[in-house]
């Protein structure tokens, strides 16, 4: 069981029904997965952090079995602003005005967002092995289109990215996975047969591209119309040593830019997928930044 003491719901988002697994006690705590995953990424985490934490661990929209709302021509429907809604409403639903926020790769994104549009709510945020997503566009090279060249394959008109990932999704999701992940490192076999059986579904597999188009379209416009909107609440920045982001980038340096509240980070001994490959440290950094 990856969940032990955690119950499943299903609650309305702003336009998609969320599906979560919640746990714990304490204060809110809202953890957001990334690409191609679901909730279950914090599955090493999830039970440690609920011993002090209510934590909520939700699927995006379009990702695990939450809703995969029809797309719009302009992207929208999978926008990181609709999907940071969705949560906000999901919380507020919860019972939780205030919460603590930590995102891995996508729901890293989500999770910026959300710190912007509702600065209200957030109390603190921790974003995992990401930079803001119009740095990385606008800071392209060879080295990072070769390792993330899916941000330039899954933005191609559909259905070519969906038809080609959905004639063999099992290799393409292994491929990716493995790509990403610190060398000797294996999922757990329970998590990856949940992100297999989420992934193969069709329908994933068009709103996870819907979701790469949304952030090289309408998710750069909303980022250049807040241009000088800053992130106000303290910020943890962590990502993985032997990771890209890492490699290619001055992480912190990145984000000094996009805010405006206290700021700390550092790097995990970790490939892409902190949660999983180091789960230990991963837990210490997020407990010890988020303990009230």
Same mark, same amino acid.
């Given at each position: #069981?990856?969940?032990? *003491? &955690?119950? =499943?719901?299903?609650? @309305? /988002?702003?336009?998609?029904?969320?599906?979560?697994?919640?746990?714990?006690?304490?204060?809110?705590?809202l953890l957001l997965h990334g690409y191609p995953q679901t909730h279950a990424?914090?599955?090493?985490?999830?039970?440690?952090?609920?011993?002090?934490?209510?934590?909520?661990?939700?699927?995006?929209?379009?990702?695990?079995?939450?809703?995969?709302?029809?797309?719009?021509?302009?992207?929208?429907?999978?926008?990181?602003?609709?999907?940071?809604?969705?949560?906000?409403?999901? #919380?507020?639903?919860? *019972? &939780?005005? =205030?919460?603590?926020? @930590? /995102?891995?790769?996508?729901?890293?994104?989500?999770?910026?967002?959300?710190?912007?549009?509702?600065?209200?709510?957030?109390?603190?945020?921790?974003?995992?092995?990401?930079?803001?997503?119009?740095?990385?566009?606008?800071?392209?090279?060879?080295?990072?289109?070769?390792?993330?060249?899916?941000?330039?394959?899954?933005?191609?008109?559909?259905?070519?990215?969906?038809?080609?990932?959905?004639?063999?999704?099992?290799?393409?999701?292994?491929?990716?996975?493995?790509?990403?992940?610190?060398?000797?490192?294996?999922?757990?076999?329970?998590?990856?047969?949940?992100?297999?059986?989420?992934?193969?579904?069709?329908?994933?597999?068009?709103?996870?591209?819907?979701?790469?188009?949304?952030?090289?379209?309408?998710?750069?416009?909303?980022?250049?119309?807040?241009?000088?909107?800053?992130?106000?609440?303290?910020?943890?920045?962590?990502?993985?040593?032997?990771?890209?982001?890492?490699?290619?980038?001055?992480?912190?340096?990145?984000?000094r830019s996009k805010v405006s509240g206290p700021l700390s980070g550092h790097?995990?001994?970790?490939?892409?997928?902190?949660?999983?490959?180091?789960?230990?440290?991963?837990?210490?950094?997020?407990?010890?930044?988020?303990?009230?």
């Amino acid at each position: #069981m990856l969940f032990p *003491g &955690f119950e =499943q719901k299903r609650v @309305a /988002g702003e336009g998609a029904e969320i599906n979560l697994r919640i746990g714990g006690k304490g204060p809110a705590l809202l953890l957001l997965h990334g690409y191609p995953q679901t909730h279950a990424m914090w599955h090493k985490l999830a039970p440690r952090l609920a011993e002090e934490f209510t934590v909520v661990c939700p699927d995006l929209r379009g990702y695990g079995d939450s809703d995969k709302p029809a797309t719009m021509p302009d992207h929208s429907s999978y926008s990181f602003r609709a999907m940071a809604a969705d949560q906000a409403r999901v #919380m507020a639903t919860l *019972g &939780f005005d =205030q919460f603590f926020l @930590a /995102g891995h790769d996508r729901g890293g994104r989500v999770s910026h967002r959300l710190a912007l549009d509702f600065p209200d709510r957030v109390k603190k945020l921790s974003t995992l092995d990401i930079i803001p997503t119009r740095t990385l566009y606008e800071n392209v090279n060879q080295v990072v289109a070769t390792g993330y060249y899916h941000w330039f394959f899954l933005i191609q008109p559909a259905p070519m990215p969906e038809r080609m990932i959905g004639a063999d999704p099992e290799f393409y999701f292994r491929k990716k996975t493995g790509q990403w992940s610190g060398a000797g490192h294996s999922f757990d076999p329970e998590a990856m047969q949940e992100y297999l059986r989420c992934f193969s579904d069709p329908a994933t597999i068009h709103a996870s591209c819907e979701d790469y188009r949304a952030a090289a379209t309408i998710d750069l416009e909303h980022d250049r119309a807040d241009e000088d909107k800053r992130v106000v609440c303290p910020t943890l920045i962590l990502w993985g040593s032997k990771g890209l982001m890492g490699k290619a980038y001055d992480v912190m340096d990145c984000w000094r830019s996009k805010v405006s509240g206290p700021l700390s980070g550092h790097a995990v001994n970790s490939g892409h997928f902190l949660p999983e490959e180091a789960p230990e440290e991963t837990y210490l950094a997020l407990r010890n930044f988020f303990k009230p």
